[in-house]
């Protein structure tokens, strides 16, 4: 599989990532918490690993990279382990606030 030359890997990865973003938020907007939290935790995650996201601009509605905000990644690590503390997996809920304390 071969790209066009004018489209970056990173590009490809911020488009991505910004895809499962959207599914969490289809997800939680259709009630299922858990599949919504799952895309939640695979968002986080490709967010810490590339350092940034992609967001859409107002005017054109295209993808841009945006800066990585730890602050912001630590505080949806916090409210994602309260989904993970109602369903007792209290496991997953502990690593997710040691990663947003290292953050």
């Known amino acids: 599989l071969?790209?066009?030359g004018s489209i970056?890997?990173?590009a490809v990865e911020s488009n991505y990532t910004l895809t499962i973003f959207y599914l969490a938020q289809a997800y939680g907007g259709l009630g299922n918490a858990k599949l919504s939290a799952f895309f939640c935790a695979e968002t986080l995650s490709r967010q810490l690993?590339?350092?940034?996201?992609a967001?859409?601009?107002a005017i054109?509605?295209?993808?841009?990279?945006a800066p990585f905000?730890?602050?912001d990644w630590a505080r949806n690590c916090v409210a994602l382990s309260d989904y993970f503390v109602g369903e007792g997996t209290f496991?997953?809920?502990e690593y997710l606030l040691h990663a947003a304390r290292l953050k």
Request: proline share 12%.
């Open 2 to 4: 071969t790209r066009p």
């Open 8 to 10: 970056s890997g990173t």
């Open 49 to 53: 690993r590339f350092h940034s996201c």
């Open 55 to 57: 967001q859409p601009t």
């Open 60 to 65: 054109t509605g295209e993808a841009q990279d």
């Open 69 to 71: 905000d730890p602050k």
């Open 91 to 93: 496991w997953t809920a």
